[in-house]
């Protein structure tokens, strides 16, 4: 899915690799943007 959207605006060997980069990285892109937003984290303890 992400490579095909990224072969509208890239060449279609580039978008495969960046696709496939993008997709691994996802996860850790969205902890650190969770973190940005909730710096305690999603479940902060109560005490």
Same mark, same amino acid.
């Given at each position: 899915? #992400? ?6 605006? +890239?060449? $279609? /060997? ?7 980069? #993008? ?6 892109? +969205?902890? $650190? /943007? ?7 984290? #999603? ?5």
């Amino acid at each position: 899915m #992400l490579p095909d959207l990224l072969r509208l605006f +890239l060449p $279609a /060997a580039t978008a495969d690799g960046a696709g496939a980069s #993008l997709a691994s990285m996802s996860v850790y892109i +969205l902890m $650190a /943007a969770i973190l940005v937003w909730r710096p305690r984290g #999603l479940f902060p303890t109560q005490g």
